[in-house]
């Protein structure tokens, strides 16, 4: 029954009056009259039920009474009177489809009856089944289709109150659940990463103090230790902040880990940090790249953080390194390459997932992570496409 709903739409109740009016109209123009044209007060009444009709379309009871007043009239004067009859048994049915409480659509129903009572004063007994045959087409028919479309709403509106609910309870879930999971990686980084970084930054710290002279190249490496161990620690609780704040979604992560205008002084900062280690970079830094968004400048020291630690890992400390930031046409290019000069250092610990993660981090913002051989070394490459709106 959706169709039968759609059509009779709250909102469409002027056009349904204006094209019962049309029909009426058709009616007495083409209409079979017994070859006699329609009177004067047949017009007159007609068209006062039509004025009614659209003039009183948001107003369904007067339009009713109105309707089956000039029913009355009709019956008396008229010989046909199909007309008012036609637009009495629809103003019915849009009561029936309007009313607030059933007891309004009994009362327009019998309303109804009265009017179409008058026509049958003085006739004899015998034109009662008559009568009661004329009540159910144009009392019943409108009451019963009224019904079904009422009835055709309601489970209609019931429908998309259980279609709402349930979107909101999966919603719920799928909140409890990410909370759940955020929860747990906040205290396993708390509790174990944190908890190891801590210990040796303070190891770090003690060894530092009970060194009486160490060598200056100690000295320093001691230092670059402690200062990015700290610097580790204040990101490992700014992301265990967020992870356990519910009210934090996906990106509030990277928007508190780096300000945009800030990204070129962070890059220039993991150059220095990699030159400390040992490596030699030659950086290229477009200063335009201070006005990409938090997500795409955070992914962009991330992957230079990650390339950078890779070469010194695999190309060895004494290998040149290249870094090339920069904007063309709002998207950004990366890239990391080195000769493949230096000595690898020994076995390092590693979980294996550097350049899986790297790639997962651009297809995520739209771009394509290349890396492979490249002239004697090895090279690592993406465009970042200009963000769609502010990050």
Known sequence: MGWVSRLFDARDTRVRMLLLDLSGVAY??????????????QWLLAVIAFAAALVLHRRPVVNLLVQAALLVVASAVLD?????EVGTSWALLEVTMAAARVWVVWAAAAVVAAANLVDFVGM?????????????????????????IRTSRELARQAEERAAEQQRRHESEEREARAAERGAIARELHDVVAHHVASM????????????DPDPRVAEVFDDVHRTGTAALADLRRLVAVLRDPGADST???LTAIEPAALPAALRAAVDTAARAGLTVHAEIDPAVGALDAV????????????????????????????RVGMRDGDLEWEVRDDGGGTPPPAVPSGGHGLTGMRERVE????????????????????????????
């Open 28 to 41: 007495l123009v083409f209409g079979p009259h017994t070859g006699r044209q329609p009177t004067p007060v």
């Open 252 to 254: 509030d992560a990277a």
């Open 80 to 84: 046909d009177a199909t007309i008012n």
């Open 201 to 212: 930054v303070l190891r770090v710290g003690v060894a530092q103090h009970v060194l009486p």
């Open 364 to 391: 995520v913002l739209g771009g394509h992570l290349t890396a492979g051989p490249a002239e004697g070394g090895w090279r690592v490459h993406t465009t970042l496409p200009a963000a769609a709106g502010p990050g």
């Open 124 to 148: 004899p007994l015998s034109a009662f089944p008559q009568w009661v045959l004329r009540l159910v087409v144009v009392v019943g028919m409108p009451v019963l289709f009224g019904l079904v």
């Open 296 to 323: 795409r400048g955070l992914a962009v020291l991330r992957l230079t953080q990650e390339a950078l630690t890779n070469v010194a890992k695999h190309a060895g400390t004494s290998a040149h390194a290249r870094l």
